[in-house]
């Protein structure tokens, strides 16, 4: 498989804790979040997994392998734990590597989604029509959910929009898709953690994140989840820049709020990833 660009940031020392940061459908290598997490005692290592040299051009049949070899990399400095911070798109992505790949410990979900959706973006023949599973494993598409065609923004032409809708929407729409569509968790075998807040305009990421801890905690492996009233899609770590104002999506939230869920979820971060003494 071609080599992902990115990014890997290695404590003074070494560390013990591998952890592999995903972004959403920005796309981008997580280098700020990295140095994070680096300061923390873990081999960070964040990978361009589309929209890169040889990937599709959006987020379309991405091969899971791509982050199992991402976890290959992370074992192969020693580390003796591995972990997966993905935010949105990533979070889906690192929930669905979790229940294929027993090498993942701990999965750190941030607004995560609990089905797997079609693609957001076009695929390698450049084509986002018909709509085809974000992601592949072993050469097959995952199943997933198509979006409903007939939704449309409530916005105003040519200002930000609020997709959350066309989610829950969707998700009515095609209810059987969604039924095979859901990520097992119950297969997980590493520890999860959920972070999510209430206000999140991209898609209903507390839901989700509810949805998925009452399903892990029915087959007897509990997750916590970590909320706030007045977040939005895109929480942000302590020491992290705030998120900039997008001219094309609505994410909700509000810089102080999104920064008030992501301090009262990083202990719980630390613990989840075993960064604490």
């Known amino acids: 498989m071609r080599p992902c660009e990115g990014v890997m940031v290695t404590p003074r020392g070494g560390g013990e804790v591998g952890v592999l940061v ?15 997490l680096a300061r923390q005692g873990a081999v960070a290592l964040s990978i361009r997994w589309f929209g890169g040299p040889g990937q599709p051009r959006g987020i379309c049949e991405i091969p899971l392998e791509t982050f199992g070899d991402a976890v290959d990399r992370l074992l192969e400095t020693g580390v003796r734990r591995v972990g997966i911070v993905g935010v949105s798109k990533g979070a889906e992505a690192a929930l669905l590597v979790a229940t294929l790949d027993s ?25 986002v029509h018909p709509y085809r ?7 097959e598409p995952v199943p997933f959910v198509p979006y409903d065609d007939t939704w449309a923004p ?17 998700r009515t729409s095609f209810a059987e898709a969604a039924r095979a569509a859901a990520i097992p968790v119950e297969r997980v075998t590493g520890d999860l953690l ?14 989700y994140a509810e949805e998925l801890a009452a399903r892990r905690a029915a087959a007897g492996r509990p997750a916590r989840v ?6 939005g899609h895109r929480p942000r770590l302590p020491g992290e820049s705030p998120a900039p104002v997008s001219p094309h999506r609505l994410y909700g939230g509000s810089p102080a709020a999104d920064a008030a869920l992501g301090a009262a979820a990083w202990p719980y971060i630390l613990r989840t990833l075993q960064l604490t003494p």
Request: proline share 7%; glycine share 10%; hydrophobic share 35%.
């Open 133 to 139: 599973s974000s992601w592949t494993w072993r050469g």
């Open 226 to 231: 970590v909320s706030h009233p007045e977040a």
């Open 22 to 36: 995903l972004s959403g459908s920005s796309g981008r290598v997580e280098t700020e979040r990295s140095r994070l």
């Open 154 to 170: 409530a916005e105003p032409e040519g200002s930000p929009v609020a997709y959350r809708t066309l989610y829950e929407r969707s």
């Open 103 to 127: 090498r993942v410990n701990a999965v750190v979900a941030l607004s995560p989604t609990s089905l797997v959706w079609a693609n957001v973006g076009p695929g390698v023949d450049g084509r």
């Open 194 to 207: 959920f972070v999510a807040g209430a206000d999140d305009r991209m898609w209903p990421s507390l839901s």
